[in-house]
C-alpha cells in the first residue's frame, strides 16, 4: 500500500462512488438512491463501469449531471 486512505476495504460494492457523488440528482448515498433509481443505483452505474451520460434502462429519462457548485460570495 503507497500510504492512501482506503474507503472500502471488505466490502463487496464501494460505500463511496466516484461517479455518484459529483452528480446532482444523488438523494442518499447510503442508501444508493438517485432521482433516476429511487429504489437503487444499479451496480454498474454505482461504480462506474457504465457511463450514466447515455440511458441506461429503468432510468425515467434522467442521466448523470454534474452538482453545480454555488459561485462564493464575498462578505464586504
Do not use: K, N
Amino acid at each position: 500500500m503507497s500510504g492512501g486512505i482506503v474507503i472500502d476495504r471488505g466490502h463487496e460494492l464501494p460505500v463511496y462512488s466516484p461517479v455518484c457523488s459529483m452528480c446532482r440528482h444523488l438523494r442518499s448515498a447510503s442508501a444508493r438512491a438517485c432521482d433516476a433509481f429511487p429504489e437503487g443505483i444499479p451496480d454498474s452505474i454505482w461504480t462506474g463501469r457504465y457511463d450514466h451520460r447515455s440511458p441506461y434502462p429503468g432510468d425515467h429519462g434522467i442521466q448523470f449531471a454534474v452538482v453545480e457548485q454555488e459561485a462564493p460570495t464575498s462578505a464586504g
